[in-house]
């Protein structure tokens, strides 16, 4: 009977650490932004010429911050990247696609004449469920990172590139 006890108490002990570690890692959002921003906005770009690049541009223009604040990575529609100043007013992230390139691929019974084909990108796994018009925000603040949701931003007419 005491091996019993014994296994049954260690399997309860582990069950609750691992139910405790899992709580652990999930990512709390943020209720309030440290800093003063205006309406978020997006705009699709395409390059000019042919198998050039393509993307979206998430634009979060500030209107206050502390030297406190720093802002770090943007989860947007399925993707994650790392957020750029324009300015001290103007924080972009760019979201890269493979709308404009070339998508030929080499099909043959040789096996070494397919090696010019591009390994096919798995989908990225970001830790946030988001709609199409909401986006997340890791920023710092005092060295340590949090995450900020920002909903409805607006798309605007895409500027061609020439």
């Not at 006890?5 to 943020?30: D, G, H, R």
């Not at 007013?89 to 691929?105: E, P, S």
């Not at 796994?125 to 060295?143: A, G, H, M, N, Q």
Request: overall charge positive; some cysteine; proline content about 5%.
């Amino acid at each position: 009977m005491k091996p019993l006890k014994k296994s049954m108490s260690l399997f309860l002990m582990l069950f609750i650490i691992v139910s405790f570690s899992q709580c652990a890692s999930t990512l709390k959002l943020q209720d309030n932004l440290p800093l003063a921003i205006d309406d978020v906005y997006y705009q699709k770009w395409v390059a000019g010429v042919k198998g050039g690049d393509t993307g979206i541009k998430v634009f979060i223009p500030i209107k206050s911050n502390s030297n406190d604040i720093v802002l770090d990575s943007m989860f947007f529609r399925g993707k994650s990247t790392k957020m750029e100043y324009v300015n001290t007013t103007l924080a972009v992230g760019l979201f890269k696609t493979r709308l404009n390139q070339n998508q030929d691929i080499i099909i043959s019974s040789e096996p070494y004449a397919e090696h010019a084909n591009k390994v096919p990108e798995l989908p990225e796994k970001i830790p946030f469920e988001l709609k199409d018009d909401e986006c997340v925000i890791s920023y710092s603040e005092r060295k340590k990172i949090k995450y900020f949701k920002i909903e409805g931003i607006v798309k605007i007419e895409s500027t061609p590139y020439q």
